[in-house]
């Protein structure tokens, strides 16, 4: 205990010896298990070393047992591996992804409602099972009528994915002027994160957002339209193929969705005719 830095006395207290003891066994001989303590020491660090800094304390005890014909427990050898400050490689090390500084910072802060379109598009991705396999689809959603402007469906959840769904998006207006400084917002998916995401955000006007990390209710307009896509359409049969749930997808987007389904919150309209009302009236 005195040498891993504890005091003295205090060490003295605990196991019930005297101090002058303590100093009287200082100046004794080192005891047979101190030469074997040492002894194991430098023939732990040996092998050790030769293992390549691979080896933890299971496998020095094989070595040693097995291959030097040593007698000497596990929980010996565990202990001087501790001691002497020695472990074995442990796995993969884990890399972090390096978050973008232009991209970390929520722009939206839950304030979804907007005057007028383009100011503010949320997007995220969804999946859905079929008998072939999951299908993944990116929406993004303009929030000020609710309309579809840009979508991608794929078999995997890649950064093409959203990379396509916002470039839909950017490149059809769909009838509506496209100005610079729309913040397209999401969360911290690797996705949204990627080079490819934030490089056709960036060099198309957008002003990238992202909420905090597992917060629902930071993108939660996309959150409450896929709850809604979930009941109306994803849930209510099983499907077979990919190119059937894709299609169905697309029919519900573009048409139910866009042209068709009225919104409570758009005074009972369809996205569409939203706009067009808003533009007539104020024309």
Known sequence: MAA?????QVACRVVGVSESGYYERLKRPPSERAVRHAWLTDLITQVHAESRGTYGSRRVHAEL???????VG???????MHRAGLQGATGRPKWKRIKPDNIATDLVERDFARGGPNQLWVTDITEHSTREGKVYCCVVLDTYSRRVVGWSIDASPTAALVTNALGMAIDTPLGRTTAGGTVIHSDQGVQFASWAFTDRAKASGLVPS???????????????????????LLDRKKWKTRVELANAIFDYLEIWHNRKRRHSQLGWLSPIEYERNRIITVA
């Open 4 to 8: 891993e830095k504890f005091p003295v």
């Open 65 to 71: 047992t097995l291959g030097r014909g040593v007698a």
């Open 74 to 80: 596990h929980n010996q050898v565990e202990l001087v």
């Open 210 to 232: 992202m909420g905090s990390v597992g917060d629902c209710y930071d993108n939660s307009m996309i959150e409450s339209f896929w709850s809604r896509m979930q009941v109306e």
